[in-house]
């Protein structure tokens, strides 16, 4: 179940029916209003996962994206349930494996559109941009720098990719036609504003939130919900605001580390992922630990 004494590649609940294996949790069924969710420390890349788990990185999600439902609970609802682990996960040995990286949530229905907000311009962005001068079909104002915040935040969707397979940029008329106009207008409307109250706050911690993205989910009663993980250095782009200058690329606290690492390969990004070095993967989970730090008041010196 382990790839190393202090890392979880991949768990191993037999009590529980796995539901799913995504790119980096794993899905149990409890009933039939509840999941257990168990943020892995498998790491995905250009959306192949790679051979190697990172340390700790499961943990530091699982608390990184708990503290960010709890503060953003106010402007959406969001699928953590207050049950404890013990009460699903009753074998002491099998609750050690898991660590902090694993949280019981409510069973909702997910949808499928990724939102994601762009407060600078960089990455599949910054290519868009100098290819067309806009991102997403969005226009932007000539002459902007590599890195450069944007006049405002943008909502720039995407599709979203099975394990193996590329997500892909969409319209947000697409989004309005696979779950309607009036959800995809309140999945964007809330988007940015979970981003600019995130923003403001990391900004206050030292951290520059570049990008970002979430999904989200219903109940029941079609009440839209956030879900999965939400602003950690996996599903986000976090750069140290006092390294910060534009027209360069700064230097980050999320997986873009892996990322750039990984461009200097000859890889043609299909699985099978390649083996990292265990420098690369020191240095990668020093950076997640980083971002916790930064991030999470007490969360470590």
């Known amino acids: 179940m382990t790839a190393r004494a202090d890392a979880l590649f991949q768990s191993d609940l037999p009590h529980l029916p796995l539901i799913n294996r995504g790119k980096v949790r794993d899905i149990y069924g ?6 257990l969710i168990v943020t892995t420390d498998r790491l995905s890349a250009f959306d192949v996962v790679l051979p190697q788990p990172i340390p700790g990185k499961g943990e530091v999600l699982t608390r990184v994206s708990s503290f960010w439902f709890r503060r953003t609970a106010g402007l959406v609802p969001n699928h953590l349930v207050d049950r404890p682990l013990a009460a699903v996960v009753p074998d002491p040995a099998a ?25 600078y311009l960089i990455g599949s962005g ?29 909502y720039t969707p995407s599709t979203k990719a099975a394990v193996g397979d590329h997500d892909e940029n969409v319209s947000f008329e697409h989004t309005a036609d696979l779950i309607g106009a009036d959800l995809a207008a309140q999945i964007r409307d809330v988007s940015l504003r979970i981003y600019a109250e995130a923003a403001d706050y990391a900004r206050g911690r030292g951290i520059i939130i570049a990008d970002t993205k979430f999904e989200f989910g219903l109940d029941d009663a079609g009440r839209l919900h ?34 750039d690492y990984l461009e200097t390969l000859d890889w043609d990004k299909r699985p099978p992922g390649p083996e990292l070095p265990a420098e690369i993967i020191a240095k990668t989970a020093a950076k997640y630990r980083e971002a916790e730090r930064r991030l999470l008041p007490g969360a470590g010196p």
């Open 95 to 119: 609750r050690s494996s898991l660590g902090e990286r694993a949280v019981v949530v409510r069973r909702l229905r997910p949808l499928p559109v990724e939102a994601i907000v762009r407060g």
């Open 226 to 259: 956030l879900i999965d993980e939400a602003l950690t250095p996996d599903s986000s782009r976090f750069w140290p605001a006092d390294q910060y200058q534009p027209g360069s690329s700064p230097p980050s606290f999320d997986k873009q580390f892996v990322r």
């Open 126 to 154: 910054w290519k868009d941009y100098q290819r067309t001068g806009a991102v997403c079909d969005l226009p932007l104002p000539a002459g902007l720098r590599l890195a450069d915040k944007l006049p405002a935040p943008i």
């Open 30 to 35: 409890i009933d039939d209003d509840h999941l």
